[in-house]
């Protein structure tokens, strides 16, 4: 019987990504991996992310050096089980590399955002995976678009179709200052859900985005089979007001840079790419009296003006919710004290963008509850 | 002034006319350079009725019934403008660049803002008042009374045997004259966000759009944007080298440096995006953490852009200098015809690459 043999390719992470860079190796060959061990560091234009061994074994072979860019889809590496021949490990890297360019052509295929109208306006959205199970929709935060699930969308999209959003005023969505209330923002996101005829999904949001995939399952608990909430609003009164007003006010890349770090425990992750990503959505026409209008009406006088708290708790679906311990945008003190049919993970060493940070850890939390549910 | 052969235009150039004012665009995500610049022409023209836009067969071409709108400008960049605008705002002029230059500045200083193309940056030669001695002293020496909100976009850069009175890079002529500002695109997404920026700018820009960039691709908003006059772009984080370099430099910047990681070299790429005004800070800032600079400019050595930087930063970062200043630009000679001479007049990702080793090599020693 063969032995087990696992080749580890180049994950593609969002909507643009065409190749990675592997910034730097963790393990050696001959190393033992057990699943979930940090293997390499994946770098690419928008995002530098630890990249963790999906399977158990011996790391067998480096197939690309530090510093090296390779296309999404390519063989970096191998890892077996421990009795595998050397021989074995050579037939299936050939066996790879000769059936490697189709491969390639497929995940580096378009993925590409659409736009769909609603009553009103229009927002847009990117779709991955058609799996006819409950889809997932995936909701940002204050200030951000769709593309800051670029971690996380194509994990949950495995199993399902998960559609990543642009809240309106952000991303390519409408711009429309008068949508600016958690509620009036959800009353646009069932418009597209209607648009798209999503009539039972599972709900996971983002910081306001989680305000609004909470305030939807309030409205419509009948079309939500699960919810999770990452660093949501809704759950208490405190915000970081001044991190709110820096993200409307800044338009030096620098200032930007130095504030975007705020988001994160560790903000070695941060990228340039992100910075020029907040700077760019900032700049397109509407863009900026929009995002005064939803901080105006969402954090009126410094501090979250929609609290979800007692109406949550009555909810007939499965909650989860999830939040980085060292969060500097909304303290993780608004998972405490709820009710033991919701599930809290506080994960350490996570800053306000947690499922960027513990991209691994959260695609896991949100992939079982969403098939537990 | 000789013809060309008509250019390839972008087919999705002429769903302009199909948009309904306000509606989002329905396109694919990546559009090609060219088709950005038609995306910002039309999006800004159904914003600002007063925005005329006026330059050699940017219609239909002269005088030819029933084919027009089939031209667009010899690049193809305003192609189906006439049929959404007409032409009282879409406007082919006689074939005298003095004229529309001074046509369009006359008409800025008078409430219009209009968008004139200079088919080549080569005739600016003849329209050389109006860009010195007119346009740029209107608001100094009318006491801050007038503006000459005008923008002019022209084509400029080697590489399509097109000879020397067709392919010249003249951008570092225009930088030094005070009250213009230089603009210099080098991507499809910075193309639309700077065409818009410098059309909603109260004093004359010079928009250069290099000749070989007009079918790269990249993702492009579909709603309008600005990218703000005087913001670097850092293309690229390293931190071994900074080079800095305009236009379609950018891209042989990044195939070189993409090259010199591979080698262990690791460098910082910054594209200014506009030469007047000059984003020294983010330059000095750069050197300040390299220590070496490297400048990749398609013009003529003398009085250039490139100079001008080594000299900016050789007078506030000297001290960070590990290594003497490079610069990788065109010779002191025109844009010759054969080919292989044409090649070699042209910076390219290997003589970037060898401008950096030699300086990493000699701070190393």
Same mark, same amino acid.
Not at chain 1, 44 to 50: D, G, L, M, S, Y
Not at chain 1, 146 to 174: C, F
Not at chain 1, 358 to 367: F, H, M, Q, T
Not at chain 2, 22 to 49: H, W
């Given at each position: 019987?063969?032995?087990?043999?696992?080749?580890?390719?180049?994950?593609?992470?969002?909507?643009?990504?065409?190749?990675?860079?592997?910034?730097?190796?963790?393990?050696?060959?001959?190393?033992?991996?057990?699943?979930?061990?940090?293997?390499?560091?994946?770098?690419?234009?928008?995002?530098?992310?630890?990249?963790?061994?999906?399977?158990?074994?011996?790391?067998?072979?480096?197939?690309?050096?530090?510093?090296?860019?390779?296309?999404?889809?390519?063989?970096?590496?191998?890892?077996?089980?421990?009795?595998?021949?050397?021989?074995?490990?050579?037939?299936?890297?050939? #066996?790879?590399?000769?059936?490697?360019?189709?491969?390639?052509?497929? $995940?580096? /295929? %378009?993925?590409? *955002? !659409?736009?769909?109208? =609603?009553?009103?306006?229009?927002?847009?959205?990117?779709?991955?995976?058609?799996?006819?199970?409950?889809?997932?929709?995936?909701?940002?935060?204050?200030?951000?678009?769709?593309?800051?699930?670029?971690?996380?969308?194509?994990?949950?999209?495995?199993?399902?179709?998960?559609?990543?959003?642009?809240?309106?005023?952000?991303?390519?969505?409408?711009?429309?200052?008068?949508?600016?209330?958690?509620?009036?923002?959800?009353?646009?996101?069932?418009?597209?859900?209607? #648009?798209?005829?999503?009539?039972?999904?599972?709900?996971?949001?983002? $910081?306001? /985005? %989680?305000?609004? *995939? !909470?305030?939807?399952? =309030?409205?419509?608990?009948?079309?939500?089979?699960?919810?999770?909430?990452?660093?949501?609003?809704?759950?208490?009164?405190?915000?970081?007001?001044?991190?709110?007003?820096?993200?409307?006010?800044?338009?030096?890349?620098?200032?930007?840079?130095?504030?975007?770090?705020?988001?994160?425990?560790?903000?070695?992750?941060?990228?340039?790419?992100?910075?020029?990503?907040?700077?760019?959505?900032?700049?397109?026409?509407?863009?900026?009296?929009?995002?005064?209008?939803? #901080?105006?009406?969402?954090?009126?006088?410094?501090?979250?003006?929609?609290?979800?708290?007692?109406?949550?708790?009555?909810?007939?679906?499965?909650?989860?919710?999830?939040?980085?311990?060292?969060?500097?945008?909304?303290?993780?003190?608004?998972?405490?004290?709820?009710?033991?049919?919701?599930?809290?993970?506080?994960?350490?060493?996570?800053?306000?963008?947690?499922?960027?940070?513990?991209?691994?850890?959260?695609?896991?939390?949100?992939?079982?509850?969403?098939?537990?549910? | 002034?000789?013809?060309?052969?008509?250019?390839?235009?972008?087919?999705?150039?002429?769903?302009?006319?199909?948009?309904?004012?306000?509606?989002?665009?329905?396109?694919?995500?990546?559009?090609?350079?060219?088709?950005?610049?038609?995306?910002?022409?039309?999006?800004?023209?159904?914003?600002?009725?007063?925005?005329?836009?006026?330059?050699?067969?940017?219609?239909?071409?002269?005088?030819?019934?029933?084919?027009?709108?089939?031209?667009?400008?010899?690049?193809?960049?305003?192609?189906?403008?006439?049929?959404?605008?007409?032409?009282?705002?879409?406007?082919?002029?006689?074939?005298?660049?003095?004229?529309?230059?001074?046509?369009?500045?006359?008409?800025?200083?008078?409430?219009?803002?209009?968008?004139?193309?200079?088919?080549?940056?080569?005739?600016?030669?003849?329209?050389?008042?109006?860009?010195?001695?007119?346009?740029?002293?209107?608001?100094?020496?009318?006491?801050?009374?007038?503006?000459?909100?005008?923008?002019?976009?022209?084509?400029?850069?080697?590489?399509?045997?097109?000879?020397?009175?067709?392919?010249?890079?003249?951008?570092?002529?225009?930088?030094?004259?005070?009250?213009?500002?230089?603009?210099?695109?080098?991507?499809?997404?910075?193309?639309?966000?700077?065409?818009?920026?410098?059309?909603?700018?109260?004093?004359?820009?010079?928009?250069?759009?290099?000749?070989?960039?007009?079918?790269?691709?990249?993702?492009?908003?579909?709603?309008?944007?600005?990218?703000?006059?005087?913001?670097?772009?850092?293309?690229?984080?390293?931190?071994?080298?900074?080079?800095?370099?305009?236009?379609?430099?950018?891209?042989?910047?990044?195939?070189?440096?993409?090259?010199?990681?591979?080698?262990?070299?690791?460098?910082?790429?910054?594209?200014?995006?506009?030469?007047?005004?000059?984003?020294?800070?983010?330059?000095?800032?750069?050197?300040?953490?390299?220590?070496?600079?490297?400048?990749?400019?398609?013009?003529?050595?003398?009085?250039?852009?490139?100079?001008?930087?080594?000299?900016?930063?050789?007078?506030?970062?000297?001290?960070?200098?590990?290594?003497?200043?490079?610069?990788?630009?065109?010779?002191?000679?025109?844009?010759?015809?054969?080919?292989?001479?044409?090649?070699?007049?042209?910076?390219?990702?290997?003589?970037?690459?060898?401008?950096?080793?030699?300086?990493?090599?000699?701070?190393?020693?």
């Amino acid at each position: 019987m063969p032995s087990e043999i696992y080749g580890l390719v180049i994950p593609k992470y969002g909507m643009v990504m065409t190749e990675g860079v592997i910034a730097k190796w963790h393990l050696d060959e001959g190393d033992i991996v057990n699943e979930g061990d940090e293997l390499v560091d994946i770098e690419t234009e928008k995002v530098a992310n630890v990249y963790e061994s999906p399977h158990a074994g011996v790391l067998r072979r480096k197939l690309v050096p530090e510093g090296r860019s390779v296309p999404i889809g390519s063989l970096f590496g191998v890892i077996s089980a421990p009795n595998a021949e050397d021989a074995e490990i050579d037939a299936y890297i050939n #066996a790879f590399e000769s059936s490697a360019s189709s491969v390639t052509a497929t $995940s580096a /295929g %378009g993925t590409s *955002a !659409a736009v769909v109208d =609603i009553p009103g306006g229009y927002i847009r959205f990117l779709k991955l995976g058609d799996d006819p199970a409950p889809a997932a929709v995936l909701v940002h935060g204050f200030g951000a678009d769709l593309n800051n699930w670029l971690l996380n969308q194509g994990s949950v999209a495995e199993s399902r179709s998960a559609y990543a959003i642009d809240l309106p005023g952000h991303g390519g969505s409408m711009k429309n200052p008068k949508i600016a209330t958690i509620d009036e923002m959800a009353t646009a996101l069932l418009r597209f859900l209607d #648009a798209k005829n999503l009539q039972s999904m599972h709900l996971v949001g983002h $910081s306001l /985005g %989680g305000g609004v *995939a !909470a305030r939807i399952a =309030i409205e419509k608990p009948g079309l939500v089979k699960s919810l999770t909430l990452i660093a949501a609003v809704g759950l208490g009164r405190e915000i970081n007001f001044p991190f709110i007003k820096g993200l409307i006010e800044i338009d030096r890349r620098k200032d930007m840079r130095n504030l975007l770090e705020t988001l994160f425990h560790d903000p070695a992750l941060f990228s340039r790419d992100m910075t020029m990503g907040v700077l760019n959505a900032k700049r397109i026409d509407g863009a900026m009296t929009c995002l005064k209008s939803i #901080a105006e009406s969402c954090f009126a006088g410094g501090e979250q003006t929609r609290v979800l708290r007692s109406e949550l708790v009555q909810l007939p679906m499965p909650i989860q919710v999830i939040w980085g311990q060292s969060d500097r945008i909304i303290p993780p003190e608004h998972a405490a004290n709820l009710p033991k049919s919701i599930r809290v993970h506080l994960l350490e060493k996570a800053g306000h963008m947690v499922h960027m940070e513990k991209a691994a850890e959260v695609n896991k939390l949100i992939s079982h509850f969403i098939a537990a549910n | 002034m000789p013809t060309l052969d008509q250019p390839k235009t972008s087919s999705t150039i002429s769903s302009h006319s199909m948009q309904k004012e306000g509606a989002p665009l329905r396109r694919k995500a990546r559009i090609s350079y060219r088709a950005a610049l038609g995306e910002a022409l039309a999006q800004e023209m159904r914003r600002d009725p007063t925005i005329v836009i006026m330059g050699e067969d940017i219609a239909g071409g002269m005088g030819a019934p029933g084919q027009q709108d089939t031209w667009g400008g010899a690049f193809g960049v305003t192609k189906g403008l006439l049929g959404e605008f007409g032409r009282d705002r879409v406007m082919d002029t006689p074939l005298q660049e003095s004229a529309i230059i001074g046509a369009a500045i006359g008409a800025a200083s008078n409430g219009l803002r209009p968008v004139a193309e200079l088919m080549f940056n080569n005739f600016i030669g003849v329209c050389m008042d109006q860009l010195l001695n007119q346009a740029p002293k209107f608001r100094y020496m009318f006491g801050g009374k007038l503006s000459t909100p005008v923008t002019i976009r022209t084509v400029y850069g080697a590489g399509i045997r097109v000879a020397a009175q067709h392919s010249s890079a003249y951008h570092s002529i225009l930088t030094h004259i005070p009250g213009l500002k230089v603009v210099m695109p080098s991507s499809p997404f910075d193309a639309k966000g700077l065409l818009i920026a410098s059309i909603r700018d109260d004093d004359p820009v010079i928009f250069f759009e290099h000749i070989g960039l007009f079918d790269k691709e990249g993702e492009v908003p579909e709603e309008p944007y600005t990218i703000p006059l005087g913001e670097a772009n850092v293309v690229r984080e390293g931190t071994d080298v900074t080079i800095v370099a305009f236009g379609r430099m950018v891209d042989l910047s990044i195939a070189a440096a993409n090259s010199l990681q591979t080698q262990g070299i690791s460098c910082t790429v910054i594209d200014p995006r506009t030469t007047s005004p000059l984003d020294e800070e983010t330059i000095l800032e750069s050197v300040a953490d390299t220590g070496r600079l490297v400048v990749v400019d398609e013009g003529n050595p003398r009085c250039s852009i490139a100079t001008d930087i080594a000299a900016l930063v050789a007078a506030k970062a000297f001290d960070a200098l590990r290594a003497p200043v490079q610069m990788v630009t065109a010779p002191h000679c025109h844009v010759p015809f054969a080919p292989v001479l044409e090649d070699a007049y042209l910076p390219n990702p290997e003589k970037i690459e060898t401008a950096v080793r030699s300086i990493v090599r000699a701070a190393r020693a």
